[in-house]
């Protein structure tokens, strides 16, 4: 019997202990939920308390004990090392960590009171991903371990949509980000997807994004399709400082923009000189 690429991704899944933040709810839990069926150990992280029902839940469905589970505020930096050093607390080390946690803009920019829901928005959607980057790699490093890092982009950061200028920017700097850790391979391979707008409860409840022309024409993604591209952005050991665009009715894209991009600015730096 051949071996499939699915058959790869699993067998450098399995036995890993992974992190996923945003694991409560939405795209965060389905990949626990599949990480767990992969015979990885798996730390859900989540400001929602419900976390630990959703532990016990998977838990339940693999017949073992595949989940831990912690409460953290990733808008708070010393959660953020929390979680990472209670994950070496309960499993000895980490293997692969899923920068999924995020949220969207209730309502334009321009038309919020403050800075409170900017604040937030960049806090958790980019400096949380940055910051857990940061210090995953130190250890990795410092280990020795192969290292694995997973950022959950968005198509919102490759469409300028005027209506949620703080989301998408977060999100065009985390793939931005990914792409300057290309060099951390071998050792360390950190990934990103961009799925379209996917059928979890942050699209689904979120008035900006159901008032989308684009939504309203081809409606929402299914979860499933985001989760097998998760799966390959982690699994696939070609994949380093790539983000894997997602969309109903096509394989996953790999992004090449930035290497032309370079290439243009490089080109126009060194021609007038």
């Known amino acids: 019997m051949s071996t499939t690429n699915l058959d790869t991704y699993i067998s450098n899944i399995a036995g890993k202990v992974t992190i996923v933040t945003g694991a409560a709810s939405g795209l965060g839990k389905k990949l626990s939920e599949r990480l767990a069926e992969y015979n990885a150990q798996v730390l859900l992280v989540d400001i929602n308390p419900s976390v630990s029902q959703v532990s016990q839940e998977i838990n339940d469905h693999v017949s073992r004990n595949a989940t831990s589970w912690i409460v953290c505020d990733l808008c708070n930096l010393q959660d953020i090392q929390k979680y990472l050093d209670h994950a070496i607390h309960i499993y000895g080390h980490y293997d692969i960590i899923v920068n999924n946690a995020g949220i969207a803009n209730e309502q ?6 403050d800075s409170t829901e900017l604040d937030r928005i960049l806090a958790l959607n980019l400096r949380a991903p940055m910051e857990a980057t940061r210090i995953a ?13 997973l950022n959950t982009a968005s198509v919102g950061g490759l469409l300028p949509i005027s209506i949620m200028e703080s989301y998408g920017t977060t999100k065009a700097g985390l793939i931005f ?3 300057t850790c290309k060099s951390l391979a071998p050792l360390i391979r950190v990934n990103a997807v961009a799925p379209y707008f996917a059928d979890t409860p942050l699209v689904a409840n979120n008035r900006l994004v159901q008032s989308y022309p684009l939504v309203q024409q081809v409606g929402l993604m299914q979860p499933e399709k985001v989760i097998k591209a998760m799966v390959k952005a982690i699994g696939d050991e070609s994949l380093a400082g790539d983000t894997l665009m997602v969309a109903m009715g096509a394989k996953p894209e790999k992004l090449t923009f930035y290497d032309s991009i370079s290439l243009h600015v490089t080109s126009y730096i060194v021609s007038g000189t």
């Open 108 to 113: 334009s920019l321009f038309s919020q009171p």
């Open 177 to 179: 980000f990914t792409a």
């Open 137 to 149: 790699v130190q250890y990795f490093k410092a280990t020795g371990r192969k290292g694995t890092v």
